[in-house]
């Protein structure tokens, strides 16, 4: 289950950073994150870096330690606060594009 919730965390991190960036192309939501603004501003590829990385290294750290409660608690957070972001992606697109 620790595996699958962190294996989660990555493809929602990538899914965030596809439809956040669909979702500023066609101007139908703003970034409300400020250092994810300028970032994207900037360099976009940078704005996808910056997304998957956290997940990304703690996959790669979870690959090398034995889960420990608190990290199953932290993924755990973790998860509930990406399933709320895929929740307000939907929201977005269910009211913008259909």
């Known amino acids: 289950m620790y595996r699958k919730s962190i294996i ?3 493809l929602a991190g990538l899914a965030d950073a596809m439809l956040t960036d669909i979702g500023l192309r ?3 939501i703003t970034e409300a994150n400020p250092f994810m603004r ?3 501003e900037q360099a976009y590829p940078l704005f996808y870096g910056v ?3 956290l997940p ?3 996959l790669l750290i979870s ?3 034995a889960p420990q409660n608190y990290h199953k608690a932290l993924i755990g957070v ?4 990406y399933t709320g972001v895929m929740l307000l992606h939907s929201f977005w697109m269910w ?3 259909l």
């Open 78 to 81: 973790a998860f509930i606060v």
């Open 95 to 97: 009211n913008s594009l």
């Open 26 to 28: 066609l101007q139908v």
């Open 51 to 53: 997304k998957l990385a």
């Open 38 to 40: 300028i970032l994207y």
């Open 63 to 65: 690959e090398k330690t």
């Open 8 to 10: 989660f965390l990555v």
């Open 56 to 58: 990304l290294l703690l």
